[in-house]
């Protein structure tokens, strides 16, 4: 099964930016450009919260609409690597950070890509927290 592990989380200034990394491992049946990746996050007491999707080849991406305009997902399929970059950072952005991949047969639907459920693999999390 694919592994995922984030990386590139701390503390940052409001205002400050940072940018998240996340790597998949162990794809011996598949290939990382087959899977739809994203980013969710989860604040204490909180759900976890869909933040960016992006498509195959990283030719369509969507937001959430509070981070739209200051995140950015990527990915480097041949490195088997997806990004965000966070700029513009708010306390609200305080959270636990988490990649994940969808199933390879996935459609790229908006509807439907902001439920966890609709992912088979997740990273362990990585910690952003924001300081006022």
């Known amino acids: 099964q694919v592994q995922l592990v984030e990386s590139g989380g701390g503390l940052v200034q409001a205002g400050g930016s940072l940018s998240l990394s996340c790597a998949a491992s162990?794809?011996?049946?598949?290939?990382?450009?087959?899977?739809?990746m994203a980013w969710f996050r989860q604040a204490p007491g909180k759900e976890r919260e869909f933040v960016a999707v992006i498509s195959w080849l990283g030719g369509s991406t969507y937001y959430t609409g509070s981070v739209k305009g200051r995140f950015t997902i990527s990915r480097d399929n041949t490195k088997n690597t997806v990004d965000l970059q966070m700029n513009s950072l708010t306390a609200d952005d305080t959270a636990v950070y988490y990649c994940a991949a969808a199933h390879q047969s996935h459609e790229f639907d908006t509807d439907t890509l902001l439920r966890p459920s609709e992912y088979i693999t997740w990273g362990q999390g990585t910690q952003v927290t924001v300081s006022s």
């Open positions: 162990r794809l011996t049946f598949t290939t990382f450009s087959s899977h739809i």
